[in-house]
């Protein structure tokens, strides 16, 4: 079993920027695919990016492309979501996301394990 705890999460100012970081309280993230997703009241939980779990590879959604960058620290059992250029329509709870099976797609069944979330709030 592997426990994600997701942090950093706040309010910002609409151009403003935040990092969030999952971290696993318990098991490992390493040899895991690495998902974040968001969920906004009222609609449908939404794919934010993905990294393998060498890091070599990642992918994003539409919405945050050359915005988002995912990275992770496999020695820190770390994953990190920087955000740049916040925008209002960001607002959304962030969930990390870990796959035994390597995914880091956009495919929510095939993760294992989630986080409990960590908000964050974009004002205009």
């Known amino acids: 079993q592997v426990q994600l705890v997701e942090s950093g999460g706040r309010l910002v100012q609409a151009g403003g920027s935040l990092r969030l970081s999952c971290a696993a309280s318990r098991g490992t993230v390493s040899g895991l695919g690495m998902g974040w997703f968001r969920q906004a009241p009222g609609k449908e939980r939404e794919f934010v990016g993905g990294?393998?779990?060498?890091?070599?590879?990642?992918m994003y959604g539409d919405p945050v492309k050359g915005r988002f960058t995912i990275s992770r620290d496999n020695a820190k059992d770390t994953v990190y979501l920087q955000m740049l250029s916040l925008k209002p329509e960001d607002t959304a709870v962030y969930y990390c996301?870990?796959?035994?099976?390597?995914?880091?797609?956009?495919?929510?069944?095939?993760?294992?394990?989630w986080g409990q979330g960590t908000q964050v709030t974009v004002s205009s």
């Open positions: 990294i393998k779990l060498d890091g070599m590879r990642t």
């Open positions: 996301a870990a796959s035994r099976g390597g995914h880091y797609g956009a495919y929510d069944n095939f993760y294992d394990f």
